[in-house]
């Protein structure tokens, strides 16, 4: 599940590479989905009203989001691209590797996108879906909080139930400036079919969602977003998907 983005147009070549068509199968998941994460679609992710995340400033214009592009290796690693994008909008440096790529966009330098994937994999959050298919909301969740980010997952529940109240705190964080990791399908907005990928959404405003690492739409009308991150192929818990942070 790789994804070419990258704001810096000298750097493209150098971070993009073909995407590997992952299908995700009913089968493939039919043990996985009687298992239900530790953690449901419950009002955990609400914003908090402290004082501090009320001053937070207007939502994003940008973010740096790592992307995981490697041919044969980063197939299923969207998921920690994800967290090592969320560590770093964080300013934690959990793993003291060289920030090497400067990036134009915000002037700052930030890890090898390859470089914190494998940090996070060595670290035993690696891709914990079946067959290794990717990685699970609940593993994107433990990957930020064990180095100090309060996160939360939530999902919606059978049938997509409570997925409104998911979507109204997605635009609160946004609105905040709060960068939201969500599990989107990518067939839905012109990638591979039954692909399903972590992209990070960090602005919504006229009428479109704006997402990091999801080189096939970085921006997409809001009724197109809402269709593809119903994930419809996928079973309970993978539906609405998002991690809350804080």
């Known amino acids: 599940m790789g ?3 990258s704001p810096d147009a000298p750097n493209v070549a150098a971070r993009i590479a ?3 068509k992952i299908s995700y199968t009913s089968a493939a998941y039919r043990d996985w989905s009687q298992t239900v994460p530790e953690e449901s679609a419950t009002n955990l992710h609400q914003l908090p009203e402290d004082q501090a995340l009320l001053e937070t400033p207007a939502q994003l214009s940008y973010i740096h989001a790592y992307i ?13 691209a994800a967290m090592g994008t969320l560590l770093d909008f964080y300013n934690l440096d959990p793993y003291h590797l060289t920030k090497s790529v400067v990036d134009a ?5 930030h890890w090898v996108d390859g470089d914190i994937i494998d940090a996070l994999k060595q670290d035993g959050f690696t891709p914990d ?4 298919l990717g990685t699970t909301v609940i593993r994107v969740r433990d990957g930020l909080r064990k180095w100090g980010v309060r996160a939360d997952a939530a999902y919606s529940g059978f049938l997509f139930q409570g997925w409104q109240g998911i979507w109204d705190s997605l635009q609160q964080y946004v609105s905040a400036g709060i960068p939201v990791p969500v599990l989107i399908h990518l067939g839905d907005i012109g990638g591979p079919m039954f692909t399903a990928h972590w992209p990070i959404v960090y602005r919504i405003e006229g ?3 704006y997402m990091g690492n999801c080189g096939w739409a970085p921006s997409v009308p ?25």
Do not use: E, M, S
């Open 222 to 246: 809001i009724d197109k977003f809402l269709v593809a991150w119903q994930c419809r192929f996928l079973p309970y818990t993978y539906n609405h998907c998002g991690v809350f942070t804080r």
């Open 105 to 109: 966009q915000d002037n700052k330098n």
């Open 18 to 20: 073909k995407n590997k």
């Open 68 to 80: 995981n592009y490697r041919p044969k290796v980063d197939w299923n690693t969207c998921g920690q």
């Open 207 to 209: 009428g479109n969602v």
């Open 129 to 132: 879906n079946p067959f290794g």
């Open 3 to 5: 994804n070419p983005v």
